[in-house]
């Protein structure tokens, strides 16, 4: 399986015109651009598992337009990253997150075990907690920010916003109108988020992101779906606060788990829409625009249809080769434009090689720099 899958990579993006990239040599040009004090990191986990077949592969390359004529002639696109961990969204992302394994209960929310990305980067680059966010999905991802680690944690954490949090707490009375807004958890699709604290919620809205309750209930109104909050959220921060770094976790395409391929499709094509308007978002903004690494990569893929032990798209059980094999876009400053990798990289390499980008050092994570983005 796992060699099938990887002959089949060399057939990715044959028609995109991209050359396949061997070994780099950075100029030391690059190298300096890469410690500049100014620059901006963007990470976005492109969903809750995706397979090649409908994202990057030749067949699947209809439903990312955005990425594959936005994106992709800008960046260093990976064929193979793979997940040796957990498949279960939060557990994964804590692992991107953390640059090891984690084994945290996924359906808990519970802390990472391992020092964050963003304790690493706050605590070394002396940044303040303003500098590092991350906007998530609800469940579990309120204790995505910082560890329990004792050399890190408290207080050395990234800022979490959840909007379905948000949306909970500016609503008034009924939800009906939001219903749509506060899914979460598609394999548990009765789970609903629980508030945590009002007031919180309300004055992140209106001190931080400079919204009112009214308005943002208004314009809530117009939106589709959780990953659609997710990016105006998105907007509201890099206006009003600018971080330095952000992270994205979208989870739309999970409602696979209902079993509607359809489902899962449109949740691809509007992820992909999305980030195509991130993208445009970061070029529009003076404080990001050309200083800004966006890393984008999903979390895990789904099940093989040809694994007998799995039901396909739906699910990402059987862990075979489909399900933790996916793939790594990076585009900004000092990365190569339109390259393709087809060498296996893991998830657990990403923290140190925005370690090796930005200067900080993931001292815990046990992955290792990827050579052509460093
Ligand atoms: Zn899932």
Not at 50 to 78: C, S, V, W, Y
Not at 189 to 209: C, D, H, K, S, W
Request: aromatic share 10%; proline share 6%.
């Amino acid at each position: 399986m796992g060699l099938q899958l990887s002959s089949n990579r060399r057939e990715f993006l044959r028609h995109a015109g991209l050359t396949l990239g061997s070994t780099l040599l950075r100029t030391p040009f690059a190298r300096a651009a890469n410690i500049n004090p100014k620059k901006k990191l963007v990470v976005v986990t492109f969903g809750g598992g995706a397979r090649d077949q409908e994202t990057f592969a030749p067949e699947g390359q209809e439903n990312i337009p955005h990425m594959m004529r936005k994106l992709l002639p800008g960046a260093t696109f990976f064929t193979q990253v793979v997940n040796r961990g957990i498949l279960g969204h939060y557990v994964a992302t804590a692992s991107l997150a953390t640059g090891v394994y984690e084994t945290i209960n996924n359906f808990a929310s519970l802390p990472p075990e391992n020092p964050t990305v963003f304790e690493y980067y706050r605590k070394d680059l002396k940044r303040p907690s303003s500098d590092a966010w991350v906007v998530a999905p609800s469940n579990g991802f309120n204790r995505i920010g910082e560890s329990n680690h004792r050399s890190y944690g408290l207080g050395f954490g990234a800022r979490v916003v959840l909007p379905k949090y948000l949306l909970k707490a500016a609503m008034s009375g009924s939800g009906a109108d939001y219903q749509h807004l506060l899914r979460d958890n598609y394999e548990n699709p009765y789970y609903t988020p629980e508030l945590g604290n009002r007031e919180f919620e309300l004055q992140q809205l209106e001190m931080v992101l400079k919204l009112s309750a009214t308005d943002f209930r208004a314009h809530a109104k117009t939106l589709s779906s959780p990953d659609e909050l997710s990016l105006y959220i998105v907007r509201q921060l890099i206006r009003q606060v600018s971080p330095s770094f952000l992270w994205i976790t979208m989870h739309d395409i999970d409602v696979a788990h209902a079993g509607a391929y359809s489902l899962y499709i449109e949740g691809i094509r509007r992820t992909d829409r999305l980030c195509g308007e991130l993208w445009t978002l970061l070029e529009s903004e003076p404080e990001y625009s050309g200083k800004t690494t966006l890393v984008v990569l999903p979390d895990f893929g789904r099940d093989a249809d040809e694994d007998a032990g799995g039901n396909g798209f739906q699910h990402h059980r059987t862990g075979d080769a489909a399900a933790r094999t996916t793939w790594l876009m990076a585009m900004g400053p000092g990365i190569r434009e339109g390259v393709v990798h087809d060498r296996a990289v893991e998830s657990v390499d990403l923290v140190p090689t925005l370690g090796t980008m930005l200067g900080f050092s993931p001292s815990f994570a046990h992955g290792k720099p990827i050579s052509e983005l460093v």
